[in-house]
Structure formats: structure tokens, C-alpha cells
């Protein structure tokens, strides 16, 4: 795990100038220690036996079929503004995000037969910032009548005074931000 840590410290850049920073990433998927090593690494970040992994686009859907290939279990990605779930089709189930989410909101969705009453639910994304896209993914969920186990990320990137929302989402992560 250490190792793993490092890797990813070191992988991992701030890009832009002063207010308009931004996380790079990029260089994690070049490392094949850290592609081999990460599903195992988030998949023990919290409790439980998940029978399914869902994931926010965009990096969301690579962490998250990685540590769904490593459990031998499903992956559904959680879509952003998809055209089909953002019309009226009841087999899709979305979440509005909050306007103030990377300014301008957007909605989240998956096609509803894919999470499954009984399912027990890891969300599996790199980065948390807002808890936005990890809750939406909860509640979509726990709305189809399966149980959300957690979050597990690679960074924690909340507010320290998140605590609550934290619990609430279950976040285990490998580095909060300020490690970066």
C-alpha cells in the first residue's frame, strides 16, 4: 500500500496557474504498478461484500470496472447529462445535481434493471470533492431497493467539516488532498 501511495503522490500533478488549478491525473494509467495495485487498494476501503460496482463517468468508469473485474462482480457506469435518461423513459432512474456542482449542475443516471433490489452497491470513483456525484449515485440506489455499501475513492478531497456527509457516503480513500 505504501508503494501504491507513493506511485500515486508522485503521478500526480496540479496543472494551470494561480485560481485556475486543476488535478492531472493522466499519468496514474501509464503506471502498471498502480493499475494492478489501485482495485485492490479501493476494493478494502469499506466494509462489506459488494455484488455490483457502479462509477461516475468519466474516471469513475475506469477505477471503478477495474475493482468490479478484481471482486469478480458487475460494473454500471453512472452517466452525466446522457440524452436518453434525460428525457422522460421510465427505465431510466436520475439525480439532479446541484447548480453550484462545477457550475452548472447536470443529471446523473443509469437504466433502471441494471442495479437490482438485493444488490449490495460499492460506488467507486478517483476523486471527491462535493459528495455530489457519489450521493446522487446513492440515492439512486437505495431508490431501487439495494443496499449502498460505500464510496471508495482515491482522493478525499471534501472539506474537513464533511464529516457527516463523509458517514453518510461511507468514504474510504487512499489520500486526501492535501497529501497532494
Given at each position: 500500500?505504501?508503494?501504491?501511495?507513493?506511485?500515486?503522490?508522485?503521478?500526480?500533478?496540479?496543472?494551470?496557474?494561480?485560481?485556475?488549478?486543476?488535478?492531472?491525473?493522466?499519468?496514474?494509467?501509464?503506471?502498471?504498478?498502480?493499475?494492478?495495485?489501485?482495485?485492490?487498494?479501493?476494493?478494502a476501503l469499506v466494509p462489506g461484500a459488494p455484488t455490483l460496482v457502479v462509477?461516475?463517468?468519466?474516471?469513475?468508469?475506469?477505477?471503478?470496472?477495474?475493482?468490479?473485474?478484481?471482486?469478480?462482480?458487475?460494473?454500471?457506469?453512472?452517466?452525466?447529462?446522457?440524452?436518453?435518461?434525460?428525457?422522460?423513459?421510465?427505465?431510466?432512474?436520475?439525480?439532479?445535481?446541484?447548480?453550484?456542482?462545477?457550475g452548472g449542475g447536470g443529471i446523473m443516471s443509469f437504466r433502471r434493471g441494471l442495479v437490482r433490489?438485493?444488490?449490495?452497491?460499492?460506488?467507486?470513483?478517483?476523486?471527491?470533492?462535493?459528495?455530489?456525484?457519489?450521493?446522487?449515485?446513492?440515492?439512486?440506489?437505495?431508490?431501487?431497493?439495494?443496499?449502498?455499501?460505500?464510496?471508495?475513492?482515491?482522493?478525499?478531497?471534501?472539506?474537513?467539516?464533511?464529516?457527516?456527509?463523509?458517514?453518510?457516503?461511507?468514504?474510504?480513500?487512499?489520500?486526501?488532498?492535501?497529501?497532494?
Amino acid at each position: 500500500m505504501v508503494d501504491l501511495v507513493g506511485r500515486l503522490q508522485v503521478g500526480f500533478h496540479w496543472r494551470g496557474g494561480p485560481g485556475v488549478a486543476y488535478a492531472d491525473v493522466t499519468e496514474w494509467w501509464r503506471d502498471p504498478v498502480v493499475l494492478r495495485d489501485l482495485p485492490a487498494a479501493l476494493a478494502a476501503l469499506v466494509p462489506g461484500a459488494p455484488t455490483l460496482v457502479v462509477g461516475p463517468v468519466s474516471r469513475g468508469s475506469l477505477v471503478g470496472a477495474l475493482v468490479a473485474a478484481h471482486l469478480g462482480v458487475g460494473f454500471v457506469e453512472v452517466r452525466k447529462n446522457d440524452r436518453v435518461a434525460l428525457g422522460s423513459d421510465p427505465a431510466y432512474i436520475r439525480r439532479a445535481l446541484p447548480s453550484s456542482y462545477h457550475g452548472g449542475g447536470g443529471i446523473m443516471s443509469f437504466r433502471r434493471g441494471l442495479v437490482r433490489p438485493g444488490d449490495r452497491v460499492l460506488c467507486v470513483d478517483d476523486w471527491i470533492e462535493s459528495g455530489a456525484q457519489a450521493g446522487a449515485a446513492r440515492e439512486m440506489v437505495l431508490e431501487v431497493g439495494a443496499e449502498y455499501l460505500g464510496t471508495a475513492c482515491v482522493v478525499d478531497d471534501l472539506d474537513d467539516d464533511d464529516d457527516p456527509l463523509r458517514a453518510t457516503l461511507g468514504v474510504g480513500a487512499l489520500l486526501r488532498a492535501g497529501d497532494l
